[in-house]
């Protein structure tokens, strides 16, 4: 009887092991038909790749580092455009893209039912940040969202808003909107511009501003503002990549678009993405989430 048990337990250790192995070997096998196939896409691309992306992915750094390697891989040459959300969204729309990487979903979402971008793909987060003087004159400091915005505009205080329709400016609109204030007068001022030079106006004028955490990190030295207000579940600051549809203008390099944005999302891109900063700041800009 004890020989038939002992029998019987390594048997089933053999099929458990032999379980696993073969989920592993599926798992092998599926990375690898992924790598070749990411290979063979990075192979079709050449020529030039228009990129039309917000400015924290430029100012951040981030894009300094990425877009050589993907050029190495492929025959592409990358002319990066870092303009808000909103108006890398409406080159997409009038074709005038190849590849977007922007952080404006719900709007990404509408450019994707009318179909004038597909491949959609998450790629990463970081968050956005109150920041201001380290005097703090509203007080605000370890406030919700909502309570510190009320305060800065009702105390008179200066915020500098990037008035860009970037991702930015969309969020920082609809931060505004959910305690009903319009923000106007002269405490309420627009750069126009992207976010280091915002960030840059407000030190300077002793104002707060909303900011990405990643162009904020790479900046702060320079840039004498606290994080005042943060880890809000609203505050969260999400980018995609994708493809801007062909059939908008037959000028668009719909094969450097597709690999490009498996670029993005690849391991090794993801992983460049996870340390980027860490040995700078002591923390990562951005957090990579492509599946």
Not at 68 to 88: C, H, L, N, W, Y
Not at 111 to 122: A, Q
Not at 157 to 162: E, G, H
Not at 189 to 197: A, P, R
């Given at each position: 009887m004890k020989i038939r048990n002992k029998s019987l337990f390594f048997y089933l250790m053999i099929m458990v092991l032999s379980a696993a192995l073969l989920v592993a070997g599926c798992s092998n096998t599926k990375d690898d038909k992924s790598k070749e196939d990411n290979k063979q896409t990075a192979e079709k691309a050449s020529g030039d790749l228009i990129l039309a992306t917000t400015t924290s992915t430029q100012d951040s750094g981030l894009l300094?580092?990425?877009?050589?390697?993907?050029?190495?891989?492929?025959?592409?040459?990358?002319?990066?455009?870092?303009?808000?959300?909103?108006?890398?969204l409406e080159m997409a729309k009038s074709g005038e893209a190849d590849a977007l990487l922007v952080h404006a979903p719900a709007d990404e979402e509408k450019?994707?039912?009318?179909?004038?971008?597909?491949?959609?793909?998450?790629v990463m987060h970081n968050d956005f940040i109150i920041v201001g003087p380290k005097e703090d004159p509203a007080g605000i400091k370890g406030l919700p969202v909502q309570e510190a915005l009320k305060k800065i505009y009702e105390s008179k205080?200066?915020?500098?808003?990037?008035g860009d329709d970037s991702g930015t400016h969309k969020k920082e609109l609809a931060l505004w909107k959910e305690i009903n204030i319009e923000p106007s007068g002269q405490?309420?001022?627009?750069?126009?511009?992207?976010?280091?030079?915002?960030?840059?106006?407000?030190?300077?004028k002793g104002g707060y501003t909303l900011a990405d955490r990643g162009t904020y990190l790479a900046l702060k030295n320079d840039v004498k503002l606290e994080i005042l207000v943060q880890g809000d579940d609203s505050l969260l600051n999400i980018y995609h990549a994708m493809q801007v549809n062909p059939e908008k203008s037959d000028k668009i390099n719909s094969a450097a678009a597709k690999a490009f944005v498996e670029f993005m999302v690849n391991k090794d891109t993801q992983k460049t993405i996870k340390e980027f900063g860490v040995d700078k700041y002591g923390e990562p800009l951005f957090f990579p989430d492509a599946k």
């Open positions: 300094d580092e990425l877009i050589p390697m993907f050029e190495e891989q492929t025959d592409v040459r990358v002319k990066t455009i870092a303009v808000g959300s909103g108006r890398a450019l994707v039912e009318s179909k004038d971008v597909t491949n959609r793909k998450l205080n200066i915020f500098v808003s990037r405490y309420y001022q627009e750069t126009g511009s992207g976010m280091g030079d915002t960030l840059k106006v407000a030190f300077e």
